[in-house]
């Protein structure tokens, strides 16, 4: 009996034992759970309560309207309309296969597997995955009436920049691009982040800032499928200001017009204020590529064009002047005494400078030609002897003057100064001396000298507007959604040390040039025009750039024009035609 | 000897009624507005509930030996109906539809096998193989039935409180690591009858931030809305993580990431102590009635809340894989609720202090 109860005993020790056991590895496992909590809620606690704020509070961002372009009269020059796209969700879809297969029949073009592959990959199953982006509106309407069949499918409408006149205007406007790294270290500072599309060139680059307008962002308290619940916060979204530009769009497509495949530049301002009724730059391109996001192929084809369509030639071309820089030379003369207007000179056809001869373009030569006859028909000769007489660094300084080698100031990007070149210049880049060949040759604006055609523009102006140097601009005004102004260009002017009698003969002479000289092909009957042509030989090519820098009308100038033919087909002097006929169809609408 | 001091034991009583009481009440707290089905629907079970509980606690002690087999009989019968004719619910088949509520028997088989291995087992002064194996069927017929549901969850549980019951009973440790070590190397074999969900808890448990979308979300999803309740919590009603939907069944599987969110670290303390309470009441009754029905009833009854406590909280604070196994008194749910306010009734009915 002792035996037996002993083992009972040791069998209830044995439980006893094995029941503390059981509570020790409970009471264990209760402190295992305290820890893990507390190093989540303590230790850890504030991170996990910044990302439970992170993942429910989301900002939305309202996309703005970017502001629009407009011309002088209000006529659409660049607005917005909407781009859509095919999304789904995938945490919404059930059967991605037939979904896909369904998708598919409506865009044949779709690869399914490639889908496939994005929808699994998505980082968040919450977020669209866009399948297919520019779909036509057609199919979105298609899409949206048989949406049960769809259901897992979201359109999405994305805000794409438009130009209503093509290439028109390309390379004037500019076009938008995502904002690379080094532009968002210069934007940063006014709202623009990563991924925002910006100007890249042109007015929607220079102008960027007024046309972006500001983002607007709601805070949302969203669940778990992305649904917004509540509005935290918000702030509205500001579109962009409209931009006026001086641009006279029925200008523009009529200088475009005469142009024609012609590569080149035709501006026309209001000699007055200095304001740009029309900037042609050809060839150019169509903005809306861009916008439509530009394939690799089209890209290609406009970036290695030859005629290079994304530059704006009008102000960022150069060129040398030619013949019209005689109008430079005569001033300097003249306001320097140099000679009498009467002076004359004898043109046999050619000047001899030292050992060197130099031709005139007339075989044969002009014979005795005083100063306005030599600008009328613009004698080569007759201007080495003159401008050797006034000596490099009076046409120079004149030059600078009339607002060569400088940039003019007109509100676009990166504007070219051209450039005027001195002795010391010379010197310094090619070890060697300035001959009075060199002199000879600048007096006819060739060798080293180049200029644009926007600077070009100002020194016409100058001679039609009685001696001001005039800023050419392009906007006219800014106004903000609410029609209140922002900006309003007010015109800028300088006088410039010419007299009057000096404006008053290049008047005369210029006239002349298209009554009688060798700008007779801009003679119409409509308006009176007075200019000065150019060609311009150039290195490695048998057809010379074709100037023609002119006004209208003669006695009370109201518009200017600059005319460059690149590389001319024609083996007449096109450039005083073209202007001719643009400003005789101008004059003759009013 | 004994006097009746007492007619219940309030130190189980008490944290029952609490918890109980706590969890209905934040039921109502992370319900979304307008929307209290849940909270009435908890509060009409919480009634009955409690009811039972008193009811089985005035029945004499006997009484529950006796009907060990017949309630083990009726659940089998139960859990056969389910796969028959049970209605599937996140494609399971777990539920019987008796008109008002769906019934899960799945909850009430922990308790019966409870009843029926307490039973077998004590009283006996070796326990030898045939117990042994005797044992291992009940378990196993309720493992299996409820495997095939499926709900790994609970037919895991079943088959650990069939381990520990033997290993209270007092089998050799000889026996008992045979055992162990027999199951261990049939793990493998296990493993490819799970169901792909399944495979897919266990192997996200290993690498769990590789898939923030599939179980892997659940998981980060809970320990963020547990850790971002911090010291105090976010306040009554303030568990904005839990109602945003964040949480996968936030009343259920996973109701402590949102008492974590709502109470914080205080709250989850409380929660742990009420646990440990019952508990360790209940060991301490299993300790001084011996190795008796009632002494392994209770033992195995309050390691029962333990274990599915520990699964449930260890879960949502990503010590364990996710499973499906509800918070007992606390989580959502009709079957869950009653089955353990009905265990309690059983433990305070064995406790009653004699006269």
Same mark, same amino acid.
């Given at each position: 009996?002792?035996?037996?109860?002993?083992?009972?005993?040791?069998?209830?020790?044995?439980?006893?034992?094995?029941?503390?056991?059981?509570?020790?590895?409970?009471?264990?496992?209760?402190?295992?759970?305290?820890?893990?909590?507390?190093?989540?809620?303590?230790?850890?606690?504030?991170?996990?309560?910044?990302?439970?704020? !992170?993942?429910?509070? /989301?900002?939305? *961002?309202?996309?703005?309207?970017? +502001?629009?372009? $407009?011309?002088?009269? =209000? %006529? @659409?020059?660049?607005?917005?309309?909407?781009?859509?796209?095919?999304?789904?969700?995938?945490?919404?879809?059930?059967?991605?296969?037939?979904?896909?297969?369904?998708?598919?029949?409506?865009?044949?073009?779709?690869?399914?597997?490639?889908?496939?592959?994005?929808?699994?990959?998505?980082?968040?199953?919450?977020?669209?995955?866009?399948?297919?982006?520019?779909?036509?509106?057609?199919?979105?309407?298609?899409?949206?009436?048989?949406?049960?069949?769809?259901?897992?499918?979201?359109?999405? !409408?994305?805000?794409? /920049?438009?130009? *209503?006149?093509?290439?028109?205007? +390309?390379?004037? $406007?500019?076009?938008? =691009? %995502? @904002?690379?790294?080094?532009?968002?270290?210069?934007?940063?500072?006014?709202?623009?982040?990563?991924?925002?599309?910006?100007?890249?060139?042109?007015?929607?680059?220079?102008?960027?800032?007024?046309?972006?307008?500001?983002?607007?962002?709601?805070?949302?308290?969203?669940?778990?499928?992305?649904?917004?619940?509540?509005?935290?916060?918000?702030?509205?979204?500001?579109?962009?200001?409209?931009?006026?530009?001086?641009?006279?769009?029925?200008?523009?497509?009529?200088?475009?017009?005469?142009?024609?495949?012609?590569?080149?530049?035709?501006?026309?301002?209001?000699?007055?204020?200095?304001?740009?009724?029309?900037?042609?730059?050809?060839?150019?391109?169509?903005?809306?590529?861009?916008?439509?996001?530009?394939?690799?192929?089209?890209?290609?084809?406009?970036?290695?064009?030859?005629?290079?369509?994304?530059?704006?030639?009008?102000?960022?071309?150069?060129?040398?002047?030619?013949?019209?820089?005689?109008?430079?030379?005569?001033?300097?003369?003249?306001?320097?005494?140099?000679?009498?207007?009467?002076?004359?000179?004898?043109?046999?056809?050619?000047?001899?400078?030292?050992?060197?001869?130099?031709?005139?373009?007339?075989?044969?030569?002009?014979?005795?030609?005083?100063?306005?006859?030599?600008?009328?028909?613009?004698?080569?000769?007759?201007?080495?002897?003159?401008?050797?007489?006034?000596?490099?660094?009076?046409?120079?300084?004149?030059?600078?003057?009339?607002?060569?080698?400088?940039?003019?100031?007109?509100?676009?990007?990166?504007?070219?100064?051209?450039?005027?070149?001195?002795?010391?210049?010379?010197?310094?880049?090619?070890?060697?001396?300035?001959?009075?060949?060199?002199?000879?040759?600048?007096?006819?604006?060739?060798?080293?000298?180049?200029?644009?055609?926007?600077?070009?523009?100002?020194?016409?102006?100058?001679?039609?507007?009685?001696?001001?140097?005039?800023?050419?601009?392009?906007?006219?005004?800014?106004?903000?959604?609410?029609?209140?102004?922002?900006?309003?260009?007010?015109?800028?002017?300088?006088?410039?040390?010419?007299?009057?009698?000096?404006?008053?003969?290049?008047?005369?002479?210029?006239?002349?040039?298209?009554?009688?000289?060798?700008?007779?092909?801009?003679?119409?009957?409509?308006?009176?025009?007075?200019?000065?042509?150019?060609?311009?030989?150039?290195?490695?090519?048998?057809?010379?750039?074709?100037?023609?820098?002119?006004?209208?009308?003669?006695?009370?100038?109201?518009?200017?024009?600059?005319?460059?033919?690149?590389?001319?087909?024609?083996?007449?002097?096109?450039?005083?035609?073209?202007?001719?006929?643009?400003?005789?169809?101008?004059?003759?609408?009013? | 000897?004994?006097?009746?001091?007492?007619?219940?034991?309030?130190?189980?009583?008490?944290?029952?009624?609490?918890?109980?009481?706590?969890?209905?009440?934040?039921?109502?707290?992370?319900?979304?507005?307008?929307?209290?089905?849940?909270?009435?629907?908890?509060?009409?079970?919480?009634?009955?509930?409690?009811?039972?509980?008193?009811?089985?606690?005035?029945?004499?002690?006997?009484?529950?030996?006796?009907?060990?087999?017949?309630?083990?009989?009726?659940?089998?019968?139960?859990?056969?109906?389910?796969?028959?004719?049970?209605?599937?619910?996140?494609?399971?088949?777990?539920?019987?539809?008796?008109?008002?509520?769906?019934?899960?028997?799945?909850?009430?088989?922990?308790?019966?096998?409870?009843?029926?291995?307490?039973?077998?087992?004590?009283?006996?002064?070796?326990?030898?193989?045939?117990?042994?194996?005797?044992?291992?069927?009940?378990?196993?017929?309720?493992?299996?039935?409820?495997?095939?549901?499926?709900?790994?969850?609970?037919?895991?549980?079943?088959?650990?409180?069939?381990?520990?019951?033997?290993?209270?009973?007092?089998?050799?440790?000889?026996?008992?690591?045979?055992?162990?070590?027999?199951?261990?190397?049939?793990?493998?074999?296990?493993?490819?009858?799970?169901?792909?969900?399944?495979?897919?808890?266990?192997?996200?448990?290993?690498?769990?931030?590789?898939?923030?979308?599939?179980?892997?979300?659940?998981?980060?999803?809970?320990?963020?809305?547990?850790?971002?309740?911090?010291?105090?919590?976010?306040?009554?009603?303030?568990?904005?993580?839990?109602?945003?939907?964040?949480?996968?069944?936030?009343?259920?599987?996973?109701?402590?990431?949102?008492?974590?969110?709502?109470?914080?670290?205080?709250?989850?303390?409380?929660?742990?102590?009420?646990?440990?309470?019952?508990?360790?009441?209940?060991?301490?009754?299993?300790?001084?009635?011996?190795?008796?029905?009632?002494?392994?009833?209770?033992?195995?009854?309050?390691?029962?809340?333990?274990?599915?406590?520990?699964?449930?909280?260890?879960?949502?604070?990503?010590?364990?894989?996710?499973?499906?196994?509800?918070?007992?008194?606390?989580?959502?749910?009709?079957?869950?609720?009653?089955?353990?306010?009905?265990?309690?009734?059983?433990?305070?009915?064995?406790?009653?202090?004699?006269?």
């Amino acid at each position: 009996m002792p035996l037996n109860y002993r083992i009972i005993e040791r069998r209830n020790l044995n439980y006893e034992r094995r029941l503390k056991f059981i509570g020790g590895v409970l009471f264990l496992a209760f402190l295992l759970i305290l820890i893990k909590t507390g190093w989540l809620q303590i230790i850890q606690g504030e991170r996990f309560f910044y990302l439970s704020q !992170a993942s429910r509070l /989301r900002l939305v *961002p309202l996309p703005n309207p970017r +502001g629009l372009i $407009l011309d002088r009269k =209000g %006529e @659409v020059l660049a607005d917005n309309t909407a781009s859509f796209s095919v999304a789904v969700v995938p945490e919404n879809i059930s059967d991605p296969d037939r979904l896909l297969s369904r998708l598919k029949e409506v865009f044949p073009s779709m690869d399914v597997e490639v889908c496939k592959e994005k929808i699994k990959r998505a980082q968040n199953p919450f977020r669209p995955v866009i399948l297919r982006e520019k779909v036509e509106l057609s199919k979105v309407i298609y899409l949206l009436e048989r949406e049960e069949d769809f259901s897992s499918a979201v359109i999405l !409408a994305q805000p794409v /920049r438009n130009y *209503p006149q093509g290439d028109l205007l +390309g390379n004037l $406007l500019g076009y938008l =691009g %995502e @904002v690379n790294k080094k532009e968002l270290r210069a934007l940063s500072g006014l709202g623009v982040e990563a991924g925002d599309l910006v100007g890249k060139t042109g007015i929607e680059r220079m102008y960027n800032s007024y046309l972006q307008g500001e983002k607007g962002g709601r805070q949302v308290e969203v669940d778990v499928y992305g649904r917004a619940l509540k509005i935290i916060s918000q702030r509205d979204p500001q579109p962009g200001d409209t931009l006026y530009l001086t641009i006279d769009l029925e200008m523009q497509k009529i200088a475009r017009e005469e142009m024609g495949k012609r590569k080149g530049v035709v501006l026309i301002a209001n000699p007055q204020t200095g304001q740009i009724l029309t900037l042609v730059s050809l060839p150019s391109f169509d903005p809306n590529l861009f916008s439509r996001g530009i394939s690799e192929k089209e890209w290609n084809e406009i970036s290695s064009h030859p005629g290079n369509p994304l530059e704006n030639r009008a102000i960022r071309g150069e060129y040398p002047p030619g013949s019209t820089f005689k109008i430079v030379v005569a001033t300097a003369a003249l306001e320097e005494k140099k000679i009498f207007p009467e002076s004359t000179y004898y043109c046999p056809g050619y000047y001899k400078v030292g050992n060197r001869v130099f031709k005139c373009w007339k075989e044969g030569g002009h014979g005795k030609v005083d100063l306005e006859a030599a600008l009328v028909h613009s004698c080569d000769v007759y201007f080495y002897q003159l401008g050797l007489k006034v000596g490099t660094e009076d046409i120079i300084r004149y030059a600078r003057l009339f607002g060569l080698g400088k940039p003019t100031g007109v509100d676009f990007p990166m504007e070219k100064r051209g450039f005027l070149p001195t002795p010391s210049w010379k010197k310094k880049t090619y070890k060697e001396s300035w001959y009075p060949g060199d002199t000879a040759n600048l007096s006819i604006g060739q060798g080293y000298i180049l200029v644009t055609p926007v600077q070009m523009l100002t020194l016409v102006n100058a001679v039609a507007n009685g001696g001001y140097l005039v800023k050419p601009y392009l906007v006219e005004r800014i106004v903000d959604v609410r029609g209140n102004l922002v900006y309003q260009k007010t015109p800028e002017r300088e006088k410039i040390p010419v007299s009057s009698s000096t404006l008053n003969f290049l008047c005369r002479a210029l006239k002349g040039v298209v009554e009688k000289g060798t700008g007779w092909r801009a003679k119409n009957k409509v308006v009176n025009i007075a200019g000065k042509t150019g060609t311009v030989e150039i290195e490695g090519s048998e057809n010379p750039h074709n100037w023609f820098i002119g006004y209208a009308p003669t006695d009370n100038p109201t518009l200017s024009i600059i005319v460059l033919v690149e590389n001319r087909e024609e083996e007449i002097s096109i450039a005083p035609q073209i202007a001719g006929k643009i400003f005789s169809r101008i004059f003759s609408r009013a | 000897m004994r006097i009746l001091k007492k007619e219940f034991d309030i130190y189980i009583i008490v944290p029952t009624i609490c918890l109980c009481l706590w969890g209905l009440f934040h039921l109502y707290t992370i319900s979304l507005e307008d929307s209290y089905y849940y909270f009435e629907r908890q509060a009409i079970w919480l009634c009955f509930g409690i009811f039972f509980l008193f009811l089985f606690s005035f029945f004499p002690k006997e009484v529950w030996s006796r009907l060990s087999y017949l309630v083990y009989t009726a659940t089998v019968f139960f859990l056969v109906l389910v796969i028959v004719k049970g209605s599937a619910i996140y494609g399971a088949k777990r539920w019987l539809d008796i008109g008002f509520f769906n019934f899960q028997p799945s909850e009430l088989a922990k308790l019966s096998l409870i009843l029926a291995l307490s039973k077998i087992l004590s009283g006996k002064e070796r326990i030898g193989w045939k117990n042994i194996l005797l044992s291992f069927i009940l378990a196993s017929l309720f493992f299996f039935l409820i495997a095939v549901q499926p709900d790994l969850g609970t037919a895991l549980i079943v088959f650990s409180l069939w381990l520990i019951l033997l290993f209270l009973s007092g089998i050799s440790l000889k026996s008992f690591f045979v055992l162990i070590g027999t199951i261990l190397a049939s793990l493998p074999i296990f493993y490819l009858f799970l169901r792909p969900y399944q495979k897919l808890r266990i192997l996200t448990y290993l690498n769990l931030h590789k898939d923030p979308l599939g179980a892997g979300w659940s998981s980060l999803q809970s320990k963020i809305a547990i850790g971002s309740g911090r010291i105090f919590g976010k306040g009554i009603g303030g568990a904005a993580h839990t109602k945003l939907k964040y949480l996968p069944q936030p009343l259920t599987d996973f109701i402590f990431s949102s008492i974590g969110e709502e109470w914080g670290f205080i709250g989850v303390s409380l929660l742990i102590v009420a646990y440990v309470m019952i508990i360790l009441r209940g060991l301490s009754f299993a300790l001084r009635e011996g190795k008796s029905f009632s002494g392994l009833f209770a033992a195995g009854f309050v390691t029962l809340i333990a274990v599915q406590a520990f699964i449930n909280m260890g879960m949502a604070s990503g010590i364990i894989p996710v499973t499906g196994v509800p918070l007992p008194f606390v989580s959502y749910g009709g079957s869950s609720l009653l089955v353990f306010l009905s265990g309690t009734g059983i433990l305070l009915s064995l406790s009653r202090e004699e006269l």
